[in-house]
């Protein structure tokens, strides 16, 4: 069974940055997997924020692209987001994502 842990998020201005980071751990054949971001808002359906495959891979949303970069250590089975320039548009929580496996969220809110 896959576990993701993610870590990070918080509070920040508009235009500042902030990184997501989720560790999985489970079985090596599991882990061989895409590893994705997704963000959900008050109202709103969960949308694919970025996503990264075994082989590094990259899918970025339009809404983020130029912004926001993902990052992937197979080593520590670790996947990283990194948010740049954020707007309040980006306040949402974050899940980190692996097969049908989600991460508990983290909250961004970005707020003058």
């Known amino acids: 069974q896959v576990q993701l842990v993610e870590s990070g998020g918080g509070s920040v201005q508009p235009g500042g940055s902030l990184r997501l980071s989720c560790v999985a751990s489970?079985?090596?054949?599991?882990?061989?997997?895409?590893m994705a971001w997704y963000r959900q808002a008050p109202g709103r359906q969960r949308e694919l924020v970025a996503s990264?495959?075994?082989?590094?891979?990259?899918n970025i949303a339009d809404a983020v692209k130029g912004r926001f970069t993902i990052h992937r250590d197979n080593v520590k089975n670790k996947v990283s987001l990194q948010m740049n320039r954020l707007t309040p548009e980006d306040t949402a929580s974050y899940y980190c994502?692996?097969?049908?496996?989600w991460g508990q969220g983290t909250q961004v809110t970005v707020s003058s």
């Open positions: 990264i495959t075994w082989g590094g891979t990259r």
């Open positions: 994502n692996i097969l049908d496996i």
């Open positions: 489970g079985s090596p054949n599991s882990l061989m997997r895409t």
